[in-house]
């Protein structure tokens, strides 16, 4: 499944964005769509997660702050992001868990943003 990311930008702090990920096919077989961030100069972490029932989990840093959400009749997955804090600039990466035992990953190109102090 092919991944497009977008909705960066440039936001201040206390600020909301929303990012979007559009699917090239169906989502009904992903179990879990994810969005992960790189910062510069640090590894690429995980973010937030949405399981095909919808159901999502977040590390604690946003937790209370972004909501993950995903449409699969639409093949869409969402991070709406609300409170915003200069940490959370880097580039966002949409990401799905593929079906089967390898648990291999899908990857987009990223969308960057910076929040501004």
């Known amino acids: 499944v092919q991944l497009q990311a977008s909705g960066g930008g440039l936001v201040q702090a206390g600020g909301s964005l929303k990012l979007s990920c559009a699917a090239s096919r169906s989502l009904s077989s992903i179990n879990s769509m994810d969005w992960f961030r790189q910062a510069p100069g640090r590894q690429r972490e995980f973010v937030a997660g949405v399981s095909i029932g919808g159901v999502g989990n977040y590390i604690d840093s946003v937790e209370g702050r972004f909501t993950i959400s995903r449409d699969n009749a639409k093949n869409m997955v969402y991070l709406q992001m609300n409170s915003l804090r200069p940490e959370d600039t880097a580039v966002y990466y949409c990401?799905?868990?593929?079906?089967?035992?390898?648990?291999?990953?899908?990857w987009g190109q990223g969308t960057q943003f910076t929040v501004s102090s």
């Open positions: 990401s799905a868990l593929l079906p089967g035992p390898r648990r291999l990953r899908s």
